[in-house]
Nanobody
Framework: QVQLVESGGDSVQAGGSLRLSCAAA????????MAWFRQAPGKEREGVAA???????TYYIESVKGRFTVSRDKANNMYLQMNSLKPEDSGMYYC??????????????????WGQGTQVTVSS
C-alpha cells in the first residue's frame, strides 16, 4: 500500500527555517515523480518543488527559488529545506507522488497520491 507521511511543520517567525520530511512506503521514491505542494486558506493548492525520478533533477516555482531545497535519501524519504521563510509561505504542506515519469515539475495535475499534510505558519 502506497503511503506518504509528512512531518516537520511548525510556527516560525519570518526569516526562520524549517525542514519538512516525507516518509514514503509501498514504493521506491526514486522511481516516481515526487513533489511538495502547499495550500493556504482560501487559495488553491499549488506545486512548490519537485524532484525527478531519473537523475534526481529538481524544479522550483519562482517564489521559492534560492530559499527552498528539495532532496531525497536512500531510506525512501523526501525533504524540503525551507530557509528565509516569509509569511506568504504559510499553509498546509503536502508531499505527493505520481508515476508519470517526466515533467515532474510541471504536470502538477498528474500527482495522484498524497500525504495528510503538515502545517507551516510564518509570522511577521
Amino acid at each position: 500500500q502506497v503511503q506518504l507521511v509528512e512531518s516537520g511543520g511548525d510556527s516560525v517567525q519570518a526569516g526562520g527555517s524549517l525542514r519538512l520530511s516525507c516518509a514514503a512506503a509501498g514504493f521506491t521514491i526514486s522511481s516516481n515523480c515526487m513533489a511538495w505542494f502547499r495550500q493556504a486558506p482560501g487559495k488553491e493548492r499549488e506545486g512548490v518543488a519537485a524532484i525527478y525520478s531519473s537523475g534526481g533533477s529538481t524544479y522550483y516555482i519562482e517564489s521559492v527559488k534560492g530559499r527552498f531545497t528539495v532532496s531525497r535519501d536512500k531510506a525512501n524519504n523526501m525533504y524540503l529545506q525551507m530557509n528565509s521563510l516569509k509569511p506568504e509561505d504559510s499553509g498546509m504542506y503536502y508531499c505527493a507522488t505520481g508515476n508519470f515519469g517526466v515533467y515532474c515539475g510541471t504536470l502538477w495535475n498528474r500527482y495522484d497520491t498524497w500525504g495528510q499534510g503538515t502545517q507551516v505558519t510564518v509570522s511577521s
